[in-house]
């Protein structure tokens, strides 16, 4: 199965650690189901200012480590109007996705507490399974 007839599984894509994390995840995913891999890079509105929207380099070098690993993918992105779990649901509706995976970050005990993350409602209001992915801190 090859191009628009595979599943495809949908990451979202920051670079960082949690970022490279779910690109790892997403890669064995599409490995194990023989999919494809749709990223899904977006800024909450400023890409200028916005460490997490990805410049060219590292979209390339994202792609080339899929690659690599005998994964198709398929790069978007996206200027969000501040909602990134807007664009990633949205997202994963219009280009029928099976998975999204996601990167998490460690949190305090306050920021778990006040966790109206991106990550939180992708995990609430997503139609398709969610692979939430988590950095092991370094005392894990």
Sequence with gaps: MTGEGRVKILVGYVPTA???AALD???AEAKLRGASVLLL??????SYIDTRYANQAELDAAQARLRELGVEVTIQQ??????VAHELLKAA??????LIVLGLRRRSPVGKLILGSTAQ???LESPVPVLAVKVP???D
């Design 137 to 139: 801190s370094p005392r």
């Design 93 to 98: 509706e219009a280009k029928d996705v099976k």
């Design 121 to 123: 409602r992708v995990l």
């Design 78 to 83: 996206a200027v969000s109007s501040g909602d």
């Design 41 to 46: 890079n977006t800024s909450r509105g400023d």
């Design 25 to 27: 995840a997403a890669a």
């Design 18 to 20: 949690e970022g490279e």
